[in-house]
């Protein structure tokens, strides 16, 4: 089976991704398209009570993407001019971005092998000036979040989990995002569940939620439902401006459409990841994803590091693959390399496995339907080099 490439290109044999809508999805979304009422309605009520359902949370707000679940996230905990926030150089710049969106100063700390911030690097970047941490649950594996958040406790620190990668993820059962005071996920077309463009910020906190759902929607008091249900529509306040970061009732209608579907992607997903570590493992020169027994992992990217016994470099490698029709990629640029960074992010720790990691790393393709077919033909790229 040859699949379309998303860019038009016909040598491509095998995507990076390819993205998972079920006829139920399609159903869903049409159904959402006859309603009278196209966002903040009842839809998004449900997909925000079925998200925090899943993930055991008391409170789920949808918003736009997991930019705005970050930024409205910070703005909820009153970080902002001068205050810093520690967060992991390997990560994708949405996460930085909110933090300048905020008005606060990106920390950049450094990772581990498992390409999760490191509590040692959290540990040497505090200073006066911290007020938050946010870990990245990264590639869908669980950080160190235990030993974070009793740095964060015991610093009175915020806690903001970036679950982007990690929808299904678990801790000893429990579900990432509910371990900080919020966690926000990603429903982009390449995550987990997709709502093609969305995000959700989940929290116990009421006072938090109350100010998200306000925030959400340039800072009016009222939803829709209240301002047609009592009294007149146009009777609401604004305490302070806030910012148009709706998800409307087609998206969330897509998104609790594919929420029922979730353990059946994630499983397809792993069994994809576990495929690869099966068949790489006795490549000499290449280190594979482990996966700890106490974990539930999101199985996001698969992410295999490319050193010096392997023979080829990590650039020729995706040059080789490019050129046998194989879409490759590399997650992430670290963020001290991006100009908007080296101008207003800080660093205080040394970066250097972020750097060494960096050299390494390759992403495979991986997506629900990925064949077994499609696979061999990737690791067989891998291994002729």
Known sequence: M?????????????????????????????NALNSTLLTDGPTLQEFENKFSAFTKSKYGIGVSNATSA???????????????????????????????????????????????????????????????????????????????????????????????????????NQHVGTFGDVGCFSFYPTKNITTLEGGMIITKSKKIAEYVKALRNHGIT????????????????????????????????????????????NMLRKKAFEYYNQKLSDERGILFPKLAKHEEHAYHLYIIRIQ???????????????????????????????????KQGKIIDTIKNTENIYDEIISLPLYPLITSKEQDYVIEGIINH
């Open 222 to 265: 009222k939803s829709l439902l209240q301002r047609y249900s009592k009294g007149v529509p146009w009777d609401y306040d604004i305490v302070e401006p806030g910012y148009n970061y709706r998800l409307d009732e087609v998206r969330a209608a897509l998104g609790i459409s594919q929420l029922k579907q979730i353990k059946k992607l």
């Open 70 to 172: 970050l930024h409205l996230s910070l703005k909820s905990l009153g970080i902002g001019k001068g205050d810093e926030v520690i967060v992991p150089d390997m990560t994708f710049v949405a996460t930085a971005n909110s933090v300048l969106l905020s008005g606060a100063t990106p920390v950049l700390a450094d990772i581990d092998d498992d390409m999760n911030l490191s509590v040692e690097s959290i540990e040497r970047s505090l200073t006066k000036k911290t007020r938050a941490i946010i870990p990245v649950h990264f590639a869908g594996k669980v950080c160190n979040i235990k030993k974070m958040k009793k740095i964060a406790t015991s610093k009175g620190l915020a806690l903001i989990e970036d679950c982007a990668h990690a929808i299904g993820a678990k801790l000893d």
């Open 308 to 342: 010096k016994e392997y023979g080829v470099s990590r650039d020729k490698l995706f040059k080789k693959l490019l050129s046998l029709g194989i879409r490759t990629s590399v997650h992430y640029k670290p963020l001290h390399k991006f100009t908007i960074l080296k």
């Open 2 to 30: 040859t699949r379309k490439d998303a860019f038009g290109n016909k040598s491509i044999k095998v995507p990076f991704f390819n993205p998972y809508i079920s006829k139920q999805d399609k159903i869903a979304v049409n």
